[in-house]
């Protein structure tokens, strides 16, 4: 076979070989998961504590004002208690994007719903699509209350 013809098919394979295994990715898109960890409410509540991010439903999409992603999403536990988070992209590789936010719960006993800031979380999320990791802790005693999240991504 003469020199060109490798050549081209290196070339063609390479070329295939990265269609197959994008090295950006880019993972925007529905994400869903489940957590565990427990913390106390902020206020006094008829329950003793809540499992946050016990299921999560967020999406990743690019952040419309600054390069990089925002995630942004709600977290419920199986008491219907539920609150929200926000975050942004604070490192991205080839493989990996993380990010880093806030989260909040929600006390609807109040009209209006009355909102509290419970924490921060990271979550990290392989461009593949394949899963996402993350640590959520609480503003209130992060080193007794805090928690882990997981999940991957479902849709564009």
């Given at each position: 076979m003469s020199n060109s013809k490798k050549l081209l098919l290196t070339a063609l394979a390479v070329i295939l070989l990265l269609g197959a295994t994008p090295l950006f990715a880019q993972p925007v898109g529905t994400w869903d998961g489940t957590g565990e960890g427990w913390c106390p409410f902020p206020v006094p509540y008829p329950s003793e504590y809540m499992k946050p991010w016990q299921t999560w439903k967020g999406r990743l999409e690019p952040d419309p004002n600054q390069v990089g992603y925002i995630f942004f999403g709600d977290w419920y536990d199986a008491s219907e208690e539920h609150g929200s988070f926000k975050g942004r992209a604070i490192l991205e590789t080839p493989t990996e994007i993380g990010c880093r936010g806030d989260w909040y719960w929600w006390d609807e006993r109040v009209d209006p719903p009355r909102v509290y800031h419970m924490g921060t979380f990271n979550m990290t999320f392989r461009?593949?699509?394949?899963?996402?990791?993350?640590?959520?802790?609480?503003?209130?005693?992060?080193?007794?209350?805090?928690?882990?999240?997981e999940g991957s991504w479902v849709e564009p």
């Open positions: 461009r593949d699509g394949r899963s996402c990791r993350g640590e959520w802790i609480t503003t209130h005693t992060p080193a007794i209350y805090h928690g882990t999240m």
